[in-house]
């Protein structure tokens, strides 16, 4: 991992919200960057979180470093101006209720 930004949003008693910003090598060796909104994860299988929406670029061909990283800050932005309910990203993305 190069850059990891991690912005916690308001949560209560047992809830998990996150917004990430990455940038990082891929398993065959390719830079990409991503943005993602995590929710705390209440399925029977306790893996910590689900992702409720994502954006994963690859650096290469037409996509530079900085218009990836760009267009992943745009959207952390417009996330962030959503609600910043862990309710409302678990139905938005169809994921199970606490």
């Not at 689900?50 to 670029?57: E, I, K, Q, S, V």
């Amino acid at each position: 991992m190069i850059l990891l930004a991690d912005i916690a949003g308001p949560a209560g008693p047992g809830d998990q919200l996150e917004f990430l910003l990455e940038v990082s090598w891929t398993d065959q060796g390719e830079l990409s960057v991503s943005a993602v909104v995590n929710v705390a994860c209440w399925c029977d299988v306790d893996h910590a979180t689900h992702d409720a929406d994502a954006l994963h670029m690859v650096i290469g061909g037409e996509t530079s470093l900085s218009q990836a990283f760009q267009a992943a800050a745009d959207r952390l932005v417009e996330w962030l101006a959503d609600p910043r309910d862990p309710d409302y990203w678990r139905d938005r993305a169809g994921l199970p209720a606490r």
